[in-house]
């Protein structure tokens, strides 16, 4: 369902805010708004666990929160100086990190709106990634 509605988004963040909206506010069980804060905010605190400090550059994930209002805007993505950062410390590969944190967002996308954006967001960038590999 979701791929189909992706496919004409011209960037990630199109995807994702076109997955977030096809999934009704009512189907989103407590279980999955609570698993998508603590994955979150666990993501948040890895990155803490590897040497980074909050992100002063981009929208993402490492950024500092104030509060639960501000926690809740906060994208559930690296942005690219933290990714860099994040692959080096572990030898990671992009394509890699991209497709285990989308198999483990699929499970929950057509109950949650978070799961459901991260996905979109996840396929764009796997394919835009590999264009850009693909290219060189």
Same mark, same amino acid.
């Given at each position: 369902?979701? +791929?189909?509605?992706?496919?004409?988004?011209?960037?990630?963040?199109?995807?994702?805010?076109?997955?977030?909206?096809?999934? %009704?506010? $009512?189907?989103?069980?407590?279980?999955?708004?609570?698993?998508?804060?603590?994955?979150? *905010? +666990?993501?948040?605190?890895?990155?803490?666990?590897?040497?980074?400090?909050?992100?002063? @550059?981009? +929208?993402?994930?490492?950024?500092?929160?104030?509060?639960?209002?501000?926690?809740?805007?906060? %994208? %559930?993505?690296?942005? %690219?100086?933290?990714?860099?950062?994040?692959?080096?410390? *572990?030898?990671?590969?992009?394509?890699?990190? @991209?497709?285990?944190?989308?198999?483990?967002?699929?499970?929950?996308?057509?109950?949650?709106?978070? &799961?459901? +954006? &991260? $996905?979109?967001?996840?396929?764009?960038?796997?394919?835009?990634? $590999? !264009? !850009? $590999?693909?290219?060189?």
């Amino acid at each position: 369902m979701a +791929a189909k509605n992706e496919a004409h988004a011209s960037s990630a963040m199109q995807a994702a805010v076109r997955a977030f909206a096809l999934v %009704p506010a $009512s189907s989103q069980s407590d279980g999955t708004l609570w698993l998508a804060r603590v994955c979150r *905010t +666990a993501s948040h605190e890895l990155g803490h666990c590897f040497g980074m400090d909050h992100c002063v @550059y981009y +929208a993402c994930s490492m950024q500092g929160s104030a509060g639960l209002s501000e926690d809740a805007r906060q %994208p %559930p993505y690296l942005c %690219p100086v933290d990714l860099a950062k994040v692959l080096c410390a *572990t030898g990671a590969d992009t394509s890699d990190w @991209y497709r285990a944190l989308l198999k483990f967002c699929e499970r929950f996308e057509d109950q949650n709106r978070t &799961f459901a +954006a &991260f $996905s979109a967001w996840l396929r764009h960038r796997l394919s835009t990634v $590999s !264009e !850009e $590999s693909s290219s060189s």
